[in-house]
């Protein structure tokens, strides 16, 4: 190898000279006395004192190896070379887990025997080794802070599934859980454990006591007067449940806490130990000393400023040395001892990493002496040593001992050769690299230091009639005011200690990304880039798996520290590329969708499966972007692919059904704190569970990659004389506006894929801290305001109530605390910048992606969910930490997010039902919010009313629920009494969507949100409808189909509940059922509010009867509109017991959203419309047989006791109402039913809503009745009695007035009209019907 340090091309064999032959004068540069002082200082004897230095034998090269064999061997006795067995203790060495017999369930085991992931209920594992005499200590480092009970356990222990240790008479275990101690009995002891902590479990066969330590502290002796006497004998062993995991050192590496007194179970190398450092006592004084050749004298000097200059007598004296100290460092527990230590405290003067290159000409140094695989395996277990060691150091105020190890992984990193060599084969294959790039969360804040940075805390105190905080600061009072400002200066000191940790991981990131490093191979950026896509699949395709997953809270800090690291080298080479485009309008042009140079695994596109796509798109490729399609690939049949499958599954999977150490060929991320693999699966049961570790989805049958991602060159990727690259197959539409460097772009397309992998997951499960923070506010809020209120002479309530206030207050002091911790490193104003960075990124490249037509098919779906999942963490979860309006270009970016959800929500190209539920769902939550609203209404009038026409598509055949939703929104603040952000009865509740999944929760948040009803958006709607007749009709149709059912479903539903609510032999009732009854009834509401807009913007449709279907689409709304207020105003009737049993699930149903949702449809035909309409509407109200006044005054609070039950539901629409409807109304209840049966509630009246309903409303209302009232009495008083034979025989509500072609059948128009909407065969005789005529009945009968 070339040395970077003085550029002599030097090989190693030139300088293993200790040949008799070889004479001091060969050196060329120092005399024979000269070069025996400086042997004589660099391997000093310790027998030698000063006074006898000149009496010492003269040193030559010839002489080194001898002279240094006998320096290595003083003070190395025969016992310390031979193997002892020691005291007390039973069993081999090297101490590991008995993966052979020692172990009861189901568990992944790493190569190292060390690491274990729990894969059963309760699974248990022992180590190889006992003790039964003296002082013993081994350590856990803890990978998940989950159930795990770790302690030690006699060979006469049984574990099982439900019990294991410390559940056994023989066996004691601590549990940092629970934070408890087992022995059959279990009682409180110690502290809660966290993933990165350290349980050192420490036993005394002496004193017969157990004591356990956290993070080295002791946590107490656990155990006392423990079972001793012949044949007992402690082996260390762990219990632990489904996915958790850790990794023991039993003392192969140094123990992280070493106790006084205590032995590990595995004895030290100490022999190697001695030698190691004598030999880098050696190294030290080669690297101190300098020969002066021309005063011919030795110098001191400081060993930072050697460099490899290539001198003989330097290099040749190094030899010697490196051959006895190669082979040591190849050892694990030497290199963390000696080298990792040696090189930490050159480091340790502070400063930049380039200004101690002293590491640089060190591992030029290795990897001139030392043999390959010697330096392979040093390094590798350096890195080792290094991870785990930075993610099990302890949180300190100053983040000291992360800095220390993320500074020489950096300068390790910084070597080229080491570099290259640890990307190739190690970070991404044998280390969980990921973990360099994650700052833990402290769980413990006070022995992380944060009530020295955050000595003040703060919380919100001022809370509005719903509970939430009110954001502004201008009522707070003085010491509030510098409470806060206290606590944020605090805030931002701790931000500023991670930063310093957070710049050396960007560091570590941008050496990775180098891609100048072309002169010993490959550029490192394209070596990362492909292990980088390796990782991504492994993460895509074995969702589900723990051991192949990287945790999702490493995903989030690798994502951050990625996208500074991708756009610092983008803008550094936009600025050596004139005209390329920077990072900020940076996208991922579409062509890598379809071209074949990345591989997207088996990721769903928007078009559906990439096989299908390229059979059915092949000639638009071909057309729009010069893309040819194998014949050969697209032929490739299923079974091609399913083989290759099972090929690369059976070296995953292990042999035979029980498996006993069967090779697993994926990284395992919840085991071993550094190995990357779970290498050994362990099974009691008869079958391995181990079978189907492939996706449980099916793959796609036919995977087309050109270019598999170990063969991709640079040139393949950056594209040269003509070629061009990733970007191959340009279509015509996409800007040839030239990109630096291709190579960022697909780690950006990568970055995308994390976030929609795990990220925004992640980003949503840390917000419950600050959800916490606000419950726990709010809670000291109302107990300081009960003292307050408190009589002096309850002292006993007084104290109750002062100990709960001293109980929050100590959990929000530790909770703002975390809080300012988790906004630091999650939720900070750069933190937010990259998540807007990333929407912005995938806008684009939608845009983009849209522009090519067809070919948008290619697009994988995973861009439309970052771009929608993106905005709801912006919107939900950084806030109130950082504001989105603070973005820059926030207004343009709601806008092109609004154009893109308003046209592929109903986009014909997308086929995916899950993308298309996804996409209806966020342009339902886009709606609910004022700012996002006038975004949509912002986007040009085209697409606009392109939305508006897909909304009002009709109901049957699509999912209809999210479309009603987006409509009422639209209406929401404009209804009658449609003004309330919240139901009058639920003011005083906290709706439950913290486990809902992103889109939904956003829905459940905006639900909630004031009404911001768009007026521009009601126009194109009653636009529509008023111009295309043919469409509203078949849109109001569809919209009183849904309403029938819901209606009648929620009926039929709450009737059951009522008769289980009844049965005292089962007093409950299944709370699925009652979220779709809660569901049936919100859907009820919400169609009702369609009706009302509906009617009050194109009041038409239904009053203008010139219109075809006017009349029948009225009869059905005032026939619908009766059966609702029948059966929710009757009195003591089935809806009354329901709403009064007050369910948990039903708390949205009440009398009054469905109520005033009808009032509001009846008061704008009833009372708004002209002379002519009213006229109309009253008719048809009127002659509804289900009419009843009572249930109009029922409103007003003015109705009586209704006689009898309400009539029947009437099934006049396309679907069938419910059987059990025709008996819906249950009788009242005995007596016997107890409170249930005795339930008396007050008249329901508007008049009780003054906050909600205004006077004008009300007025109306009182109109409205006086109206129907005197139109029933003339009604009554003019309407002569009807024969029954003239009566319609379908609805025997009205007189015969149609009769049929050719069967001559008769009904009344409306049944007929109705019916043949959706069956053209005679209702009698199922004859075609070709023409319906008017029908009068003939005066002679």
């Known amino acids: 190898m070339s040395s970077k340090g003085g550029g002599t091309a030097l090989s190693r064999r030139n300088y293993r000279l200790s040949s008799d032959t070889d004479k001091p004068r060969s050196t060329g540069i120092v005399n024979e006395k000269l070069l025996s002082d400086y042997l004589h200082h660099v391997f000093p004897s310790g027998k030698q004192g000063p006074a006898l230095a000149s009496l010492r034998k003269s040193l030559a090269f010839q002489d080194v190896g001898a002279h240094l064999e006998m320096l290595l061997c003083e003070g190395e006795s025969a016992e310390d070379s031979a193997d002892q067995p020691v005291e007390g203790r039973l069993g081999p060495q090297p101490v590991v887990l008995d993966h052979n017999s020692g172990f009861e369930g189901l568990l992944f085991v790493d190569d190292d025997l060390l690491g274990v992931i729990g894969h059963s209920n309760f699974s248990s594992i022992r180590a190889t080794t006992c003790v039964y005499k003296g002082k013993w200590a081994y350590e856990v480092l803890i990978s998940s802070q989950g159930l795990m009970q770790i302690g030690w356990c006699t060979l006469s222990c049984r574990f099982n599934q439900e019990e294991g240790v410390g559940d056994t008479p023989d066996s004691y275990a601590y549990d940092g859980n629970r934070v408890r101690k087992w022995n059959v009995t279990t009682t409180n002891y110690g502290k809660s ?30 155990f006392s007067d423990i079972k001793m006497g012949p044949g007992v004998a402690y082996f260390p062993a762990i219990s632990l449940s489904f996915k958790e995991s850790v990794a023991f050192n039993f003392g192969s590496r140094p123990l992280r806490y070493p106790v006084e007194g205590y032995l590990p179970l595995q004895d030290p190398p100490t022999a190697d130990l001695i030698k190691a450092h004598k030999l880098l006592g050696y190294i030290k004084n080669v690297l101190s000393t300098t020969i002066d050749t021309q005063e011919e004298r030795l110098l001191e000097k400081d060993c930072s400023l050697w460099r490899l200059h290539g001198e003989p007598t330097v290099l040749i004296t190094l030899a010697h040395i490196f051959n006895h100290f190669a082979p040591l460092m190849c050892k694990v527990y030497l290199v963390e001892d000696v080298l990792m230590n040696f090189l930490l405290g050159i480091l340790e003067g502070g400063g930049s990493v380039d200004e101690h290159p002293l590491i640089q000409q060190l591992l030029d140094l290795f990897w001139l002496l030392m043999e390959d695989y010697e330096v392979n395996e040093c390094l590798k277990q350096l890195m080792m040593s290094l991870l785990r060691a930075y993610r099990f150091s302890p949180i300190i105020p100053d983040l000291g001992f992360q800095i220390h190890y993320l500074r020489l992984t950096t300068a390790i990193l910084r070597h080229e050769k080491s570099r290259k060599y640890l990307l190739s084969n190690v970070l991404f294959d044998v280390l969980r690299s990921v973990v360099f790039f994650y700052i833990k969360t402290p769980l413990r804040v006070k022995e992380a230091g944060l009530e020295e940075l955050i000595p003040t805390t703060w919380w919100p105190t001022h809370f509005d009639k719903e509970g939430k905080d009110e954001r502004e600061h201008k009522d707070e009072s003085s010491d509030e005011r510098l409470r806060r400002r206290a606590y944020e200066r605090g805030c931002q000191r701790l931000k500023k200690r991670i930063e310093v940790v957070e710049e050396l991981q960007v560091q ?30 492994e993460n895509a395709s074995n969702r589900g798996h723990p051991t192949a997953l990287c945790p999702p809270e490493y995903m989030v800090c690798f994502l951050h520290r990625l996208i500074t690291a991708v756009r610092a080298c983008w803008d550094e080479s936009s600025r050596k590329c004139p005209g390329s485009i920077n990072s900020d309008v940076a996208y991922v042009p579409p062509q890598l969708f379809y071209n074949g140079k990345v591989d997207y695994f088996d990721l769903q596109r928007l078009g559906g499966l990439l096989s299908h796509l390229k059979k059915t798109l092949k000639d638009d490729l071909a057309s729009k972007a010069n893309i040819i399609i194998d014949p050969a690939e697209i032929q490739a049949t299923s079974m091609d692919d399913l083989d290759e499958d099972e090929e690369s599954g059976a070296a995953q999977r292990p042999f035979g059904a029980v498996a006993m150490g069967g090779a697993l060929a994926r990284p395992s991320w919840l085991s071993s704190p550094t190995l990357g693999r779970a290498n050994r699966f362990l099974s009691t049961a008869a079958v391995s569970l181990m079978t189907p570790r492939r996706p449980l989805s099916q793959p796609e049958k036919v995977k087309v990659r050109t270019l598999a991602v170990e063969q991709r060159t640079e040139e393949d990727i950056e594209g040269s004389h003509g ?84 109980v929050f207050a100590e959990k929000l002091n530790h909770l703002s605390r975390r809080l300012a911790w988790i906004n630091a490193t999650i939720y900070s104003k750069e933190k937010m910048l990259d998540i807007y960075w990333l929407l912005c990124v995938c806008i684009r490249t939608i845009e983009h992606a849209d522009n090519t037509g067809s070919l948008f098919a290619f697009t994988p779906e995973l861009y439309l969910n970052v771009a929608m999942n993106a905005y709801s963490a912006l919107k939900n979860y950084f806030s109130p930490a950082s504001s989105m309006e603070e973005l820059p270009g926030y207004e343009e970016t709601l806008t092109q997010l609004a154009a893109i959800l308003s046209k592929h929500f109903a986009d014909p190209r997308i086929i995916g039902t899950d993308i298309k539920d996804s996409l209806m769902q966020a342009l339902a939550s886009y709606v609910c919010y004022p700012q996002s609203l006038r975004a949509v209404e912002r986007i040009p009038e085209e697409q606009r009313v392109a939305m508006m026409r897909n909304l009002l598509a009709p109901y049957e055949q699509r999912p209809w629920a999210q479309t009603n939703w987006i409509l009422v929104r639209l209406w929401r603040g404009c209804g009658f009494g449609y003004r309330y952000t919240r139901l009058p009865h639920l003011l005083k509740t906290k709706p439950e969507d913290a486990n809902l999944p992103s889109l939904q929760r956003d829905l459940s948040i905006a639900s909630f949100q004031k009404p911001c009803p768009s007026l521009l958006l009601q126009r194109h709607m009653a636009q529509l409808l008023s111009v295309d007749k043919d469409m509203a009709a078949s849109f109001l149709n569809s919209v009183l189909n849904q309403l029938n059912w819901a209606f009648s479903e929620f009926i039929g539903m709450i009737q059951e509940i009522q008769q289980a609510a009844e049965r005292p032999e089962r007093n409950f009732v299944d709370t699925r059922q009652l979220k779709v009854c809660a569901t049936c009834f919100d859907l009820s509401v919400s169609l009702l509010r369609v009706l009302e807009m509906t009617v009050t913007l194109v009041p038409e449709i239904f009053l203008d009867w010139s219109r075809p279907s006017a009349e029948l689409l009225l009869r059905r709304l005032a026939q619908l509109l009766n059966q609702v207020l029948n059966r929710v105003t009757a009195e003591k009737n089935l809806f009354d017991r329901v709403v009064n049993l007050r369910l948990p699930g039903l708390e949205s149903v009440d009398h009054y959203p469905i109520l005033v949702a009808v009032t509001g449809i009846l008061v704008r035909v009833l009372v708004d419309g002209d002379r002519q309409g009213t006229s109309r509407a009253a008719s048809v109200l009127l002659s509804d047989p289900c009419f009843q006044l009572h249930s109009i005054q029922h409103l007003l609070g003015e109705g009586g006791d209704s006689c009898g039950s309400a009539p029947p539901l009437l099934s006049t629409g396309s679907r069938p109402v419910v059987s059990a409807l025709a008996s819906s109304v249950a009788p009242p209840l005995p007596s016997a039913s107890g409170a249930i049966g005795s339930l008396e509630r007050k008249h329901f009246s508007l008049h009780a809503y003054s906050d909600y309903i205004s006077q004008e409303e009300k007025q109306k209302v009182e109109l409205m009745l006086a109206f129907l009232t005197e139109e029933s009495q003339q009604a009554a008083a003019s309407t002569a009695p009807t024969s029954e034979d003239d009566l319609c025989p379908i609805c025997y509500a009205h007189s015969i007035s149609a009769i049929f072609e050719p069967c001559s059948h008769k009904s009344c128009k409306a049944c007929i009209n109705q019916h043949l909407m959706n069956n053209k065969d005679c209702f009698f005789c199922k004859a075609t019907i070709t023409a319906v005529d008017d029908y009068c009945k003939p005066t002679s009968a």
């Not at 420490?202 to 157990?210: G, K, R, V």
């Not at 990775?512 to 991504?536: C, E, H, P, V």
């Not at 994390?754 to 606000?774: C, E, I, P, T």
Request: charge should be negative.
């Open 508 to 537: 570590i990131l941008r050496l990775l990304l180098n891609n100048k490093d072309k002169t010993t191979g490959q550029a490192s950026r394209y070596i990362f880039l492909n292990k980088f896509r390796k990782f991504l699949q």
């Open 193 to 222: 454990w966290a993933a990165g902590d350290i349980v050192s479990c420490l036993i005394d066969l002496d004193e017969a006591t157990i004591t356990f330590c956290l993070n080295g502290q002791s946590l107490g002796t656990a």
């Open 723 to 806: 070629n061009d690259g990733l970007l191959l197959g340009r279509p015509l539409e996409e800007s040839d506006q030239p990109m630096a460097d291709k190579s960022l772009l697909e780690i950006i397309d990568g970055v995308v894929m994390m976030y929609n992998l795990s990220v925004h997951q992640q980003l949503g499960k840390m917000v419950v801290v600050a959800d916490d923070v606000h419950e726990y506010a709010a809670a000291l809020k109302d107990t300081e305001e009960k003292i307050a209120r408190c009589p002096t002479r309850r002292s006993d309530i007084l104290e109750e109530l002062q100990k709960s206030q001293k």
